[in-house]
Antibody, heavy 121, light 110 residues
Framework: QLQLQESGSGLVKPSQTLSLTCTVS?????????WSWIRQSPGKGLEWIGY???????YYSPFFRSRVTISLDRSKDQFSLKLSSVTAADTAVYYC??????????????WGQGILVIVSS | QSALTQPPSASGSPGQSVTISCTGT?????????VSWYQQHPGKAPKVMIY???KRPSGVPDRFSGSKSGNTASLTVSGLQAEDEADYYC??????????FGTGTKVSVL
């Protein structure tokens, strides 16, 4: 059964770069899937950040495009998120997930358990 | 792109039905049959309940059903049970490799 697990720093200072990694187990990063990052600010809704294909091509939400990078390490079955110039508004639970349907994101499943990242000095 | 619009809350008594709407535009919900619905219990990751408008993953009770008309998609939960109390989010493909989520609806079982 495919499982995803987020890891990384849970506390980031303002203006610095948030870095998270998602490790895939019970399977590999391959196939017609989008390997995705989604976040949820405290008490708020879900927000799509971006995704990457197993080819390494990445696509980002227009809201984050200027400061986000998603990359892939197929040898480790990991994909990563970097979000630069963070502010308190970037405090959120960050989820990694696999989406079916390639670019359509038609079915996001499974999800990681989520990791809380707090932006504070 | 803007978030899809959902009612903030919905409720029903056990055994009743509740329907949640998800309103977008012709550029997202109305333009593609790639609407999905997610259930989220407090402190947990979301779980897919419906995908591609009306398809149900294995293991999801058939009390959950989805539909779409024009720019509005809907999730109906029939025969409400206590464990259905959760937040529900819709999501849609929005063209040009973009996705968009709904604002979320808190479902309460009275």
């Amino acid at each position: 059964q495919l499982q995803l697990q987020e890891s990384g720093s849970g506390l980031v200072k303002p203006s610095q770069t948030l870095s998270l990694t998602c490790t895939v187990s019970g399977g590999s990063i391959s196939g017609s899937y989008s390997w995705s990052w989604i976040r949820q600010s405290p008490g708020k809704g879900l927000e799509w950040i971006g995704y990457i294909y197993d080819t390494g091509s990445a696509y980002y939400s227009p809201f984050f495009r200027s400061r986000v990078t998603i990359s892939l390490d197929r040898s480790k079955d990991q994909f990563s998120l970097k979000l630069s110039s963070v502010t308190a508004a970037d405090t959120a639970v960050y989820y990694c997930a696999r989406a079916s349907g390639y670019y359509t994101g038609s079915r996001i499943d499974p999800w990681g358990q989520g990791i809380l990242v707090i932006v504070s000095s | 792109q803007s978030a899809l619009t959902q009612p903030p809350s919905a409720s029903g008594s056990p055994g009743q039905s509740v329907t949640i709407s998800c309103t977008g535009t012709s550029s997202d919900v109305g333009g593609y049959n790639y609407v999905s619905w997610y259930q989220q219990h407090p402190g947990k990751a979301p779980k897919v309940m419906i995908y591609e408008v009306s398809k149900r993953p294995s293991g999801v009770p058939d009390r959950f059903s989805g539909s779409k008309s024009g720019n509005t998609a809907s999730l109906t939960v029939s025969g409400l049970q206590a464990e259905d109390e959760a937040d529900y989010y819709c999501s849609s493909y929005a063209g040009s490799n973009n996705w968009v989520f709904g604002t979320g609806t808190k479902v309460s079982v009275l």
